[in-house]
């Protein structure tokens, strides 16, 4: 068990979520997410966690529910899915 009883890793339980607003240029936060829940399906454009490159990766035809993506940045110019939440 981890910090406050969770166990570590990215299949976790979360502890916190909040709605993602799409940014070019700020990181959603309070940090990578452990994974996304998109409410309403399109595309995905975000950067990854791990990228110190901050080169967006765009997934096609991402369908509603959970998406175990750990991401940094949720991109605005490609991203068409909606009611995007990030789980911490």
Do not use: C, Y
Not at 23 to 41: E, H, K, Q, Y
Request: net charge positive; aromatic share 6%.
């Amino acid at each position: 068990m981890g910090i406050s009883g969770v166990l570590p890793g990215g299949s976790a339980p979360g502890n916190f979520a909040a709605a993602v607003t799409k940014s070019d240029t700020v990181d959603i936060l309070p940090g990578p997410s452990r994974w996304l829940w998109v409410g309403g399906a399109g595309t995905l454009s975000v950067i990854m966690a791990g990228d110190i490159t901050n080169t967006p990766v765009t997934f096609l035809a991402v369908p509603v529910g959970r998406i175990d993506l750990r991401v940094k940045r949720l991109m605005s110019a490609v991203t068409t899915a909606t009611n995007v939440v990030a789980v911490f």
